[in-house]
Every structure is written in C-alpha cells, then in structure tokens.
C-alpha cells in the first residue's frame, strides 16, 4: 500500500506542469479532433515510424473520446498516462503475486514502480502509454494458458488490440504462434471451438486493417517485403521500444533480489525509492503544457477579431504542437506552419484569404520558455 502511494504521488506531481505537448502529440490529437467534429469510420491510425505500416484506429478512438471529455484541453491526456501508469502497476503487482509470490511481488513492484525511465514516459500520452500493460498481460495470458487453453481467448483479444496501440507489440504474434503450436502438438487441450473463437475475437478487433488492405491493393501487409527491398524505409530505433520489455525485467530481476539479505535490501529499497522522489520533484519546465496554454491565452487576448496565421521560429517538426493548441484554448488560425504537415487532416479549415496578422512563436532565452511575436501579415 505504502508503495502504491508514494508512486501515485510521483505520477500526479505537478502534471500540468510538467506534459510535454510536442508534434507527435499534436499529430495524435488532430486525428482525434477531426472525429470530434466529424465522427465517422477509419481503418487505419497512427504509422509505424518510416516503415509505411499503420496500426488500427482504435487509439485514436480513445484519444477523441478523452479529448472531448476534457472539451479539448489536453490536459486529460496528462491525467489519462499517470492513470494508465498507476493501473499498470496495479495490474503488475497481481501478476507478480501470482506468479512468484507475495514478497517476490512487493520487490519487483517497487523496482518497476520507481524506475525514472518508467516515471518519464507514464506522463505521455501517446501510443507507447499502454505498451507496458498490454505486453505484461500478454506475458501473464501465455503462462496461464498452458494450464487453462481457455486463456487463448483472453490472448486472442490482446493479440488483436495490439495492433491498434504499437508496432512493438507485435513481436508476441510469432511467439503466440508458436506457443500455439507447441500446446496443440505437446498438451493437445485446444479444442476446435476455441480456436474459433479466439480468431473470431481476433478478427472482429483486426477487421479495420482487413478493410484497408483489401482497398489498398494489401499495402499494410506487404510492409515486411518493402522493408526488405528499400532498408531506407526502416524506422529509427528509439529507446521507447523497450517500455514492453521493462515489467518483464523487473519480474525477472525481482526472483534474485529477493535473494539478497534484509537488511541490505531494504536499505537498497530506500535509497532506491528516495533518488526517484529527488528525481521527480527536481523536474522543472518552463515549456510545459500550462506555460504554452497562459502564453496562448495572453496572445490571443492581444489578437482579439483579427484573423492571424502561425509560425514558429525553428522547424516545426522539433518545434511543433502550437496549431493544436491555439484551437483547444480559444482561437484557431487561419492558416499555419504546421499545414504544411496535418493540412491533409483539416483542408476545409485552411483559409486562402490572407490573414491580418502573422504571429511567430520562438523561444525565449531569458525564461527558457516561450514568446509569442505579433505583427501584420505584409
């Protein structure tokens, strides 16, 4: 208990403050909106890096429905990761419990619970948030159904809701498979019912991508073989791959500290515990989303009626999420910076008239935050 609310407090501790709002961010949240303004079918989400893959919309399902909720202001996304992170740890606990006992459990947890690189990436929100939890009850699901094929349903609909959050998940598709193969040939408790059923729920949750293959000539699907024939196409690998992987280390390592004596092991736990806190309160920001919402506030209070159209002063796709954000907080612009990159998302909201004024956001050396320049559109 005492473990659960110490991390609660690091994952809530100055949220506003401290989410970072950035391109990719804002990607996610205009593909949301234009459901919000316009809900209607899609068969594909977000892309795979620079793989030319697309997992399956449901994410960006889920990230309207938060954002309207929240009546646009991404903040609930902010809420929503540290929600996310706390039931991950919830569900993690159980799992270790489970598995390796109760004081195997409360270790493991700990370790995971605390783990800075953890801390981080649970105040995003974006489609890695609910990588964690989703490969751990893969993991859990894979052992349970060596001794229950019933769980092979349970299996069926993570498999298939792993294509809708991130393309890191879908390393347990051949590892799926091959459990499959080896229960069938060696325990031999899978029955034809329940496979039919476990595919039908797998199917039911994979149809959106069936349907764009199916009218895109099976683009999705050939992904591996374009990847093969043109390597410049492969995506960039990024730290974030592991956030699958972090909870099964953790349940790994928990087996060998347990290990360890006592005393020295509670003094490990402390010390452990006491660096996250000095790591977390120590986070400071003056770029985070509640300096870029008073910022935008003021500036569209100078704007008032007057059209404008939006820049920044570095390129946009490491200076981005400020379109976005203008909408959500009160005055959408003309035109901007970022159509040159998410106008295909909003066409009909791209004005041909010349704006009134221009307004250029830069960085501001003195604050180490922002500041936002006003002038006429000549």
Not at 127 to 139: A, E
Not at 252 to 269: D, M, P, S
Request: proline share 4%; aromatic share 18%; glycine share 6%.
């Amino acid at each position: 208990m005492i473990i659960f609310l110490f991390t609660f407090f690091l994952r809530f501790w100055s949220v506003p403050e401290l989410f970072y709002f950035g391109i990719d961010e804002e990607y996610h949240s205009l593909l949301a909106l234009s459901q919000i303004k316009d809900l209607h079918p899609i068969w594909i989400g977000l892309s795979a890096g620079k793989t030319g893959y697309y997992i399956g919309p449901g994410l960006v399902y889920l990230h309207a429905l938060l954002l309207w909720i929240g009546k646009l202001d991404p903040v609930i996304l902010a809420y929503a990761a540290s929600v996310v992170g706390i039931t991950t740890l919830i569900v993690f606990y159980f799992v270790a419990e489970n598995l390796l006992g109760k004081k195997t459990a409360i270790v493991s947890t700990a370790f995971y619970a605390f783990l800075p690189f953890v801390l981080q990436y649970d105040r995003r929100f974006w489609n890695s948030t609910l990588v964690p939890l989703i490969s751990l009850l893969i993991f859990f699901c894979l052992v349970k159904s060596f001794k229950d094929a019933r769980w092979h349903v349970a299996l069926a609909f993570l498999i298939g809701l792993s294509f809708h959050i991130h393309a890191s998940l879908l390393i347990y598709v051949p590892i799926y498979f091959i459990v499959l193969i080896y229960q069938y040939i060696k325990i031999r408790r899978i029955n034809f019912s329940l496979l039919f059923i476990s595919l039908l729920i797998f199917l039911i949750l994979y149809s959106p991508l069936i349907v764009y293959d199916f009218v895109h000539n099976f683009d999705n699907l050939k992904t591996p073989l374009r990847l093969l024939q043109h390597k410049e196409l492969g995506a960039k690998f990024n730290n974030y791959y592991f956030l699958g992987f972090i909870p099964l280390i953790s349940l790994w390592l928990g087996k060998y500290l347990v290990k360890l004596n006592r005393g020295i092991l509670i003094f490990l736990l402390i010390f452990y515990i006491f660096n996250a806190f000095l790591t977390v309160t120590r986070w400071s920001t003056n770029s985070g989303l509640s300096t870029k919402k008073e910022l935008i506030r003021n500036t569209i209070g100078k704007i008032g009626n007057k059209s404008f159209r939006l820049e920044t002063t570095e390129k946009y796709l490491y200076f981005g999420g400020w379109r976005y954000l203008f909408e959500a907080y009160g005055k959408k612009p003309d035109s901007s910076q970022a159509d040159e990159m998410f106008g295909w998302i909003y066409p009909r909201e791209i004005s041909p008239k010349k704006p009134d004024l221009k307004v250029i956001i830069t960085s501001d050396p003195r604050s180490r935050g922002y500041k936002a320049i006003i002038r006429k559109n000549e």
